[in-house]
């Protein structure tokens, strides 16, 4: 018998400081998450499972949620507990937790974000409050078929883990690419179809680096099915192989704030995979499809607001709210970008 099961995966949350601004209600300390993602949820609620990257702490109640970090250069974000019941009622069911800004408030930031995920419900995997060992991935039942999911980070922006745990956080560099692959080679003896989710690359490059491209040719050849790009904050290119594995090197943001000036990081995906098990226990990506979204701030009734808009429905029928400017703007990066989401199929 032949079983199946609908993922939908997305890339960046990232809660930069005016987007904060804007969601908190006026005269509380509460704070509106859930209607930036009224788009955006119906597409998510089709799937039975849902993977977006967190890249901010849940680590407590703050005055300034944005700061820059004088030692590294970088920002460092913290994100109202808000969030987190808002990702869950948008359709959310796994969130990956490996990135850069993971470790930006420290360890006790890290482990409070876990515990508040797990407060939630929403299930999570590569950063860990104790020693995983060798668990350090997330194993689900969907639909009856059997899903690994192992997240990893190229780094944590210079931040060092705590001495004697550098379990926290999983992360993959050149030199320790081939402890993740025999990661990916025994998960993939325990489960039926293995997602690899990576936070690696340049950021603002539309194309890999030969190393991420090396990483990814590697995790296919040692078992992975499915493999989801993070960190570059624009649209990176995706393919579907001959024998079904799927690769999107980069899902760009799904929310953010514009970075760099550039208008290519408002622009990401919403990627929506068929994945398939024969009777044979033979698994295949059968169909893949591409929703681009644009992540912009609209005029409404209680002020300007973020919202992540669906492109396509966006251009058919004009959002209230957006400006022309901003919707000529969208129109103009969606074509830019919709070449690297053509559909292709490598051997």
């Not at 393919?239 to 550039?262: H, Q």
Request: net charge positive; charged share 20%; hydrophobic share 40%.
């Amino acid at each position: 018998m032949t079983t199946e099961f609908k993922l939908a995966a997305v890339g960046d949350i990232l809660m930069i400081g005016p987007i904060l601004t804007t969601a908190k209600q006026a005269g509380e300390n509460k704070y509106a998450f859930k209607p930036i993602f009224q788009h955006v949820a119906p597409l998510l609620q089709q799937a039975d499972l849902v993977i977006g990257n967190l890249e901010t702490p849940l680590a407590g109640r703050e005055d300034r949620y944005t700061q820059p970090n004088a030692r590294t250069g970088f920002s460092m974000f913290n994100c109202p507990d808000d969030l987190a019941p808002a990702l869950k009622e948008t359709g959310f069911h796994v969130l990956t937790t490996a990135n850069n800004h993971c470790m930006d408030r420290g360890e006790k930031g890290l482990v409070r974000t876990l515990q508040v995920l797990d407060d939630n419900g929403l299930a999570h995997t590569g950063t860990y409050a104790s020693d995983p060992g060798a668990d350090n991935h997330l194993i689900l039942t969907v639909n009856g078929i059997k899903v690994g999911i192992v997240s990893y980070s190229k780094g944590t922006n210079k931040i060092p883990l705590p001495q004697g745990k550098a379990w926290m956080v999983n992360e993959v560099t050149p030199a320790t690419s081939s402890k993740t692959a025999d990661h990916i080679r025994r998960l993939a003896r325990e489960v039926d179809v293995v997602v690899a989710c990576l936070h690696i690359g340049r950021e603002c490059r539309h194309y890999p680096l030969k190393q991420s491209r090396r990483l990814v040719n590697l995790l296919l050849a040692s078992g992975a099915h499915i493999i989801l790009g993070n960190h570059p904050h624009v649209l990176q290119p995706a393919f579907l192989t001959k024998n079904g594995r799927y690769v999107i090197y980069s899902l760009s943001n799904f929310i953010a704030t514009r970075i760099y000036r550039n208008p290519a990081t408002n622009c990401g995906v919403i990627v929506q995979l068929t994945v398939q098990k024969d009777s044979d226990g033979k698994v295949k990506v059968t169909k893949a499809a591409h929703i681009p979204t644009w992540s912009t701030r609209i005029k409404t009734a209680g002020g300007v607001k973020y919202r992540i808009l669906p492109i396509r429905q966006a251009l058919a029928k004009p959002e209230p709210g957006q400006s022309a400017a901003d919707r000529a703007l969208m129109r103009k990066i969606w074509s830019r970008m919709r070449p690297l989401l053509a559909s292709k199929t490598k051997s």
